[in-house]
Nanobody
Framework: HVQLVESGGGSVEPGGTLRLSCDVSRYTYSGYCMGWFRQAAGKEREGVVAIDSDGSTRYADSVKGRFTISKDNAKVTLYPQMSSLKPEDTAMYYC????????????WGQGTQVTVS
């Protein structure tokens, strides 16, 4: 079945930069929507950024201008570049993927922790 593995999390000072990666394997559908979500302690999970197989992107208002999403089609790897990090960006970050017609994300990674302090 589809597998997603996140990496690149860690601790950084405010204003710093981190680049996360999400390696997707065994995804055989022709189209997709891939996204990153985060969940801070005591808060609900929120969408951060998403990218479709046609290259269109969507960003949460809280990260616009600071986060950039890109993908490597050959490897189906998703890279959110996060800059100007703030303490409020501290959370567990998860990548997820769904087919074009699905209404919810079907496949999820285990998450990677990002701490800004």
């Amino acid at each position: 079945h589809v597998q997603l593995v996140e990496s690149g999390g860690g601790s950084v000072e405010p204003g710093g930069t981190l680049r996360l990666s999400c390696d997707v394997s065994r995804y055989t559908y022709s189209g997709y929507c891939m996204g990153w979500f985060r969940q801070a302690a005591g808060k609900e999970r929120e969408g951060v950024v998403a990218i479709d197989s046609d290259g269109s992107t969507r960003y949460a208002d809280s990260v616009k201008g600071r986060f950039t999403i890109s993908k490597d089609n050959a490897k189906v790897t998703l890279y959110p570049q996060m800059s100007s990090l703030k303490p409020e960006d501290t959370a567990m970050y998860y990548c997820a993927v769904r087919t074009v017609l699905a209404k919810t994300y079907q496949y999820w990674g285990q998450g990677t922790q990002v701490t800004v302090s």
